[in-house]
């Protein structure tokens, strides 16, 4: 068994590590850092549990500590589920020693920091050895996107794969749980939409463009399409949604838009990793699917789930269609395991 922390466990997307991770067949979880002021507590008096399934029992006992790499030993990976600002003080120290691997966005777009869908670009792990001689660690840290980046570009790649993209649209309706715990008080959300999530546009449009780049000699050279987001908060526990619009350079047909997602398969798939869902993509044929509550927990909520796909009669060589990504496990813990995973199977 491979020995793993979660950094930031008490918060929405560490409970969501502790749930994927209690059953793993490799992974054992070990230590469970947040800040200073639930350090010392046991896990279960330190956390506000939020999810459906109950906290496991073999994580109630444990006392959390302070996240700090002093404080935890016999580790091999470190799941981060840190505020941004306090993950870029802190994973690089853990990266000394330790194999991070981190949702926070703090590291994502730097020059010799793999950002990783094992489904789209598994070959950017050839980073970890130019970060490792650039800064002198034993550890690395891998990342991986933004949760609406996710979502969008695992339906993106088998199309890029197969079709000359010109311009994406995207317009996200996204989930409450996306912000965190404290992040969006029930005054602004209930009966209302928040039309702006800070940050959220711009990582998409870069994040998005980074991961169906190419690596050649340890640079990325970003994929050259346009694309253009407008995002927004609503109210939904978890799951987002987003209302995507492609113009293509060719002709295609609706049919060959939807096999070409429902087909896609990636390295994980090959390598049959735990984590890995059967179809990355769920194409569905109803009027009125994808919906968050319905389809956020497609293959424990590891596959975006689309529907509506259909050509956009006002502009040519034009598709539309509607997903759903779950946020906090495919769009954040289940997409950093997924990353560990294959780093065990593969380095
Ligand atoms: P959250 O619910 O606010 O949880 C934050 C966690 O970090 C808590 O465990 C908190 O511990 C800990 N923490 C806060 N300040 C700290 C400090 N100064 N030192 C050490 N630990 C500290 O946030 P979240 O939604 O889980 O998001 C975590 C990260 O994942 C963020 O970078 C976010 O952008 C990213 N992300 C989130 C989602 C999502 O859907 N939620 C998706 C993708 C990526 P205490 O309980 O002790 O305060």
């Not at 922390?5 to 067949?25: N, S």
């Not at 935890?72 to 799941?79: R, Y």
Request: with cysteine; proline share 5%.
């Amino acid at each position: 068994m491979v020995n793993v922390g979660i950094l930031g466990a008490t918060g929405m997307v560490g409970q969501r590590f502790i749930e994927l991770l209690d059953q793993h067949p490799n992974f054992n979880i070990t230590a469970l850092t947040a800040s200073q002021r639930s350090a010392g507590k046991r896990y279960e008096d330190a956390t506000t549990w939020y999810l459906d399934n109950k906290m496991p029992e073999s994580v109630r006992d444990i006392v959390v500590v302070d996240t700090d790499p002093s404080q935890v030993d016999d580790l091999d990976i470190v799941f981060s589920a840190l505020p941004s600002d306090t993950a870029a003080k802190v994973e690089p120290e853990f990266a000394r020693s330790h194999i991070v691997a981190s949702n926070a966005s703090a590291m994502r777009m730097e020059d010799d920091v793999p950002l990783v869908i094992p489904e789209v670009n598994p070959e950017y792990l050839d980073l970890i050895e130019v970060q490792q001689k650039n800064r002198g660690w034993d550890g690395f840290i891998v990342t991986n996107p933004n949760c609406s980046t996710i979502a969008l570009t695992l339906t993106l790649k088998p199309l890029y794969d197969r079709f000359d993209i010109k311009r994406v649209y995207v317009s996200t309706m996204q989930a409450v749980s996306g912000a965190g715990y404290n992040g969006v008080p029930s005054m602004a959300i209930v009966d209302n939409l928040v039309p702006f999530i800070g940050e959220e546009e711009e990582k998409i449009e870069t994040e998005t463009l980074h991961l169906l780049g190419d690596l050649e000699d340890g640079v990325v050279t970003p994929a050259s399409f346009g694309v253009s987001a407008s995002c927004h908060r609503v109210a939904v526990v978890d799951g987002h949604t987003e209302a995507v619009f492609i113009e293509m350079e060719d002709p295609a047909d609706v049919e060959e838009i939807e096999s070409t997602m429902a087909d896609f398969t990636g390295l994980p798939q090959k390598l049959d990793l735990y984590s890995a869902p059967k179809n990355p993509v769920v194409v569905r044929s109803e009027e009125n699917r994808p919906q968050p509550r319905m389809d956020r927990n497609e293959s424990g909520g590891m596959s975006v789930v689309v529907g509506r796909v259909r050509q956009d009669v006002a502009f040519n060589n034009s598709f539309r269609y509607v997903l759903v990504g779950h946020n906090t496990i495919r769009g954040a813990a289940g997409a950093s395991i997924l990353n560990a995973e294959l780093i065990n199977e593969i380095l």
